[in-house]
């Protein structure tokens, strides 16, 4: 009788021990998630708010809870400013116990909080931030980039365009490290392609008239214009080009990075047959549109890509928590690794080595007044571009990717 209590106790002290809510491990009892973001600028409509809503939407999705420990979610404007942001970001760090950080719209904010999470060891995911340099010559095991690069909408806008007949581009370039991003990596696809590049102008973000600018561009006499930057440069340029006669004249613009929110804003008669590449359309299934409706009742618009993003890995940094049984950054970060991405934003998804997530994109043509039925009926979807075609391999700059 003794031996076998003895044999029973071992049993049940070894399950007990190998039991996740033992073995689990939380720092300071609460898993903090930061959206640090553009609340009040420029950026806010597709970030701001709408990305603090869809993370909100994560967590209580997953029940508010993970290893039985609460998640809570904190706001940060940094204003665009890299020297907010990363004052933000240490001070969420070090004093606060965030996590993990996410959002942040603007390369060069991105760029100054990544430096902060590699110096604290803290996870951080960039879903409004493109340059490539995230996962290359900067690439970091702390700094994860999930919805898109330069390269990656480069390949799906310029090489479509260019097989379309669109094979001379002069480009209107954001003068920041996106913009300038976004113009590299669109220029070799259309050099690679055949097609020429006549020149480009560098108008300053924010830029409130940018009539000069488009001008040069309708002198080129470029069959393509492209459009190197994000809101609200690119919003105002498709304006301003449709009030100087370019469509007209038979010249075509091609963003490189637009948004859904930029086309609501722009209106369909100016923004009609506008060409682009995206990461999510809110109507291009169940799926998408199940989740969107949901977002669109707390916020009275549709998602961007950003912020689907923002659902999409808030959601797999919390699965890969339960998995690890600990939210220490590097055993989540391969648990995040360790799965494929398969949800109604991601489609063949994977985080790869060097910490990008390499998913399938659209390639959609805004829609005529006449083509839209209904209320966010603005995309055609007229191909897949495969996440290994778009992003392409791992650039051999980025030191994990050598391993």
Same mark, same amino acid.
Request: charged letters at 20%; glycine letters at 8%; a neutral charge.
């Given at each position: 009788?003794?031996?076998?209590?003895?044999?029973?106790?071992?049993?049940?002290?070894?399950?007990?021990?190998?039991?996740?809510?033992?073995?689990?491990?939380?720092?300071?009892?609460?898993?903090?998630? =930061?959206?640090?973001?553009?609340?009040?600028?420029?950026?806010?409509?597709?970030?701001?708010?709408?990305?603090?809503?869809?993370?909100?939407?994560?967590?209580?999705?997953?029940?508010?809870?993970?290893?039985?420990? @609460? $998640?809570?979610?904190?706001?940060?404007?940094?204003?665009?400013?890299?020297?907010?942001?990363?004052?933000?970001?240490?001070?969420?760090?070090?004093?606060?116990?965030?996590?993990?950080?996410?959002?942040?719209?603007?390369?060069?904010?991105?760029?100054?909080?990544?430096?902060?999470?590699?110096?604290?060891?803290?996870?951080?995911?960039?879903?409004?931030?493109?340059? /490539?340099?995230?996962?290359?010559?900067?690439?970091?095991?702390?700094?994860?980039?999930?919805?898109?690069?330069?390269?990656?909408?480069?390949?799906?806008?310029?090489?479509?365009?260019?097989?379309?007949?669109?094979?001379?581009?002069?480009?209107?370039?954001?003068?920041?490290?996106?913009?300038?991003?976004?113009?590299?990596?669109?220029?070799?696809?259309? /050099?690679?392609?055949?097609?020429?590049?006549?020149?480009?102008?560098?108008?300053?973000?924010?830029?409130?008239?940018?009539?000069?600018?488009?001008?040069?561009?309708?002198?080129?006499?470029?069959?393509?214009? =492209? $459009?190197?930057?994000?809101?609200?440069?690119?919003?105002?340029?498709?304006? /301003?080009?449709?009030?100087?006669?370019?469509?007209?004249? =038979?010249?075509?613009?091609?963003?490189?990075?637009?948004?859904?929110?930029?086309?609501?804003?722009?209106?369909?008669?100016?923004?009609?047959?506008?060409?682009?590449?995206?990461?999510?359309?809110?109507?291009?299934?169940?799926?998408?549109?199940?989740?969107?409706?949901?977002?669109?009742?707390?916020?009275?618009?549709?998602?961007?890509?950003?912020?689907?993003?923002?659902?999409?890995?808030?959601?797999?940094?919390?699965?890969? $928590?339960?998995?690890?049984?600990?939210?220490?950054?590097?055993?989540?970060?391969?648990?995040?690794?360790?799965? @494929?991405?398969?949800?109604?934003?991601?489609?063949?998804?994977?985080?790869?080595?060097?910490?990008?997530?390499?998913?399938?994109?659209?390639?959609?043509?805004?829609?005529?007044?006449?083509?839209?039925?209904? @209320?966010?009926?603005?995309?055609?979807?007229?191909?897949? $571009?495969?996440?290994?075609?778009?992003?392409?391999?791992?650039?051999?700059?980025?030191?994990?990717?050598?391993?």
């Amino acid at each position: 009788m003794k031996a076998t209590r003895l044999a029973m106790f071992g049993t049940f002290a070894a399950a007990l021990l190998a039991s996740p809510t033992v073995s689990a491990q939380v720092s300071d009892d609460v898993v903090k998630i =930061g959206v640090l973001t553009d609340m009040n600028g420029p950026a806010s409509t597709p970030t701001g708010q709408g990305s603090v809503t869809a993370a909100q939407m994560a967590v209580d999705d997953f029940g508010g809870k993970v290893l039985g420990k @609460p $998640i809570s979610v904190i706001v940060g404007d940094h204003q665009l400013k890299p020297d907010i942001g990363a004052t933000i970001a240490r001070r969420w760090y070090d004093v606060d116990q965030v996590d993990l950080i996410v959002d942040v719209p603007v390369s060069a904010v991105g760029l100054a909080v990544q430096n902060i999470a590699n110096e604290k060891k803290k996870l951080f995911i960039t879903h409004s931030t493109g340059a /490539t340099d995230f996962h290359g010559k900067f690439c970091s095991p702390y700094a994860i980039q999930w919805v898109f690069d330069t390269r990656a909408l480069a390949v799906g806008t310029a090489q479509e365009v260019v097989k379309r007949g669109g094979d001379s581009w002069f480009f209107i370039t954001d003068d920041y490290a996106f913009g300038h991003s976004l113009e590299k990596d669109a220029s070799a696809i259309v /050099t690679k392609n055949g097609g020429k590049v006549l020149g480009a102008v560098r108008p300053p973000f924010a830029t409130p008239d940018l009539s000069s600018f488009i001008l040069q561009a309708q002198a080129s006499k470029a069959k393509i214009i =492209g $459009i190197a930057g994000g809101p609200p440069n690119n919003t105002n340029e498709i304006k /301003t080009a449709a009030e100087f006669g370019v469509f007209a004249g =038979g010249q075509q613009m091609a963003a490189l990075l637009a948004l859904i929110t930029d086309i609501h804003s722009i209106g369909l008669s100016a923004a009609q047959g506008l060409l682009l590449t995206t990461s999510f359309y809110w109507d291009m299934d169940d799926k998408t549109r199940e989740w969107s409706k949901r977002y669109f009742a707390k916020m009275n618009r549709m998602p961007t890509m950003w912020q689907a993003g923002v659902y999409s890995s808030v959601t797999a940094y919390l699965n890969a $928590i339960k998995d690890a049984g600990t939210d220490d950054p590097l055993k989540v970060a391969a648990k995040m690794r360790e799965k @494929p991405v398969e949800d109604f934003f991601a489609r063949n998804g994977k985080l790869r080595e060097d910490n990008l997530m390499v998913h399938d994109l659209w390639l959609v043509q805004v829609k005529t007044p006449a083509e839209s039925k209904y @209320p966010w009926d603005y995309y055609k979807i007229l191909a897949k $571009i495969s996440g290994e075609d778009a992003f392409g391999p791992p650039d051999p700059a980025c030191a994990m990717a050598k391993k």
